[in-house]
């Protein structure tokens, strides 16, 4: 959608090339259409997936971490009931 293309035409007929085995096609935005990407040498290396797959990694388990829990003993004391000069009853 970003390139103005038909979106949903575009990709039922890569799925359909995916299917077919042909694992190499992808969108062509230059020709607008369906190309075969190691033929025109574009090649994602893995490098990029081995970076997003870590990122991802990274960031789950920072999320899912319950390790370290901060803790406020100052607020754990007990605290008096009904302080001093609130206006409840102190003159």
């Not at 190499?24 to 290396?45: A, C, H, R, T």
């Not at 901060?70 to 000069?85: K, L, T, V, Y």
């Given at each position: 959608?970003?390139?103005?293309?038909?979106?949903i035409?575009?990709?039922n007929?890569?799925?359909?090339y995916?299917?077919k085995?042909?694992?190499?096609?992808?969108?062509?935005?230059?020709?607008?259409?369906?190309?075969?990407?190691?033929?025109?040498?574009?090649?994602?290396p893995?490098?990029?997936?081995?970076?997003?797959?870590?990122s991802?990694?990274?960031?789950?388990t920072?999320?899912?971490?319950?390790?370290?829990?901060?803790?406020?003993?100052?607020?754990?004391?007990?605290q008096p009931q009904?302080?001093?000069?609130?206006?409840r009853g102190?003159?």
């Amino acid at each position: 959608e970003n390139a103005g293309f038909d979106s949903i035409e575009l990709l039922n007929r890569l799925r359909s090339y995916h299917a077919k085995g042909e694992t190499w096609y992808g969108i062509d935005f230059q020709l607008e259409n369906i190309g075969d990407n190691f033929k025109s040498f574009i090649w994602e290396p893995a490098l990029v997936k081995i970076n997003a797959l870590s990122s991802a990694t990274e960031a789950a388990t920072l999320l899912l971490s319950v390790d370290e829990t901060i803790r406020n003993d100052e607020q754990e004391q007990a605290q008096p009931q009904g302080a001093p000069g609130r206006g409840r009853g102190a003159y």
